[in-house]
């Protein structure tokens, strides 16, 4: 079984993540009383839970079991552990009596669950579309024909750039090469037009699709980048460490820090920002 890197510090570190969801949730997804929806890295289910609340039935999926256990025990969801990459619509769960849901939800997890890094992921540029397409059609298969919905926000083109490269950047002074350090990268952020290509390739027809930056504010006042880049750089540590099990986590993320204290960090105020490229659509099975 692979490594868990997600913990209880999620829920701590990363409550912002379903309040900032209200877009794509009122004007993308546009849940309805009677709708049953499947919802593809739920996580720790704060905002599949919120869902739950105001639809017939929702299904949370994950890879990762610590999370979903939270989502089942504190939220009472049903859950099923999965690496969405991998979905395959007949092996899906259902809702009674349904062999289909009317819409499929993700929020915030789209640009791990595409990302196309690891060996196993395929290891050419024509192998890793098809993991990704592969993933657009099992989606479209799991909906209902006349009319179901495939609703979602992720992280689009130059998402959290300043992040990211002063990742590459201090993964190079620990001897990486830039390729290898790029390679570390757990994330895909597509440009908008090629998620449209994959959804009308699946069968989507695709009724709007955006990519807008939204400046966060992060959560923990002057530690808030530190614990960002603490929750979520772990693959970046993990490639360092690979390399030179010596050099601690906390030498390289203090690194990245100080690349971002002149760029992302606002003095006066004492508060971080990440500079969120948000990419959402709404697409419908006709
Ligand atoms: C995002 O929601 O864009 C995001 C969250 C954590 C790590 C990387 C990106």
Redesign the pocket.
């Known amino acids: 079984m692979s490594k868990d890197n997600w913990s209880s510090d999620y829920i701590k570190n990363a409550a912002f993540?379903p309040k900032l969801a209200s877009i794509v949730v009122d004007d993308f997804l546009q849940p309805k009383a009677d709708d049953t929806i499947l919802d593809v890295g739920c996580g720790d289910g704060k905002l599949t839970a919120e869902l739950a609340k105001i639809v017939k039935y929702v299904h949370g999926l994950d890879s990762s079991p610590n999370l979903l256990k939270i989502a089942h025990e504190q939220h009472g969801l049903d859950v099923t552990v999965q690496d969405a990459q991998t979905l395959t619509a007949a092996e899906l769960t259902y809702p009674t009596g349904q062999s289909h849901y009317d819409k499929v939800f993700s929020n915030?997890a789209l640009?791990w669950i595409l990302t196309t890094n690891k060996p196993t992921q395929g290891s050419t540029h024509a192998e890793k579309e098809q993991i990704r397409q592969n993933f657009f059609n099992e989606v479209y298969k799991t909906l209902r024909a006349d009319g179901g919905v495939f609703a979602a926000e992720?992280?689009g083109l130059g998402?959290?750039s300043e992040i990211h490269a002063a990742f590459v950047a201090t993964l190079i002074k620990y001897g990486l090469t830039p390729a290898e350090a790029h390679a570390a990268s757990p994330?895909y952020y597509p440009h908008e037009d090629v998620v449209r290509g994959y959804l009308e390739h699946a069968g989507f027809t695709v009724e709007k699709i955006e990519r807008v930056y939204r400046s966060t504010l992060l959560p923990h006042g002057d530690d808030g980048m530190l614990q960002w880049l603490d929750l979520?750089g772990f693959a970046f540590v993990e490639a360092v460490q690979k390399k030179n099990p010596s050099v601690t986590k906390d030498a390289i993320l203090n690194d990245v820090l100080e690349i971002l204290r002149g760029v992302n960090y606002d003095p006066n105020s004492n508060q971080w920002f990440a500079g969120?490229v948000r990419l959402r659509f709404r697409a419908i099975k006709a």
């Open positions: 993540v915030a640009h992720f992280g998402n959290v994330w979520f969120y």
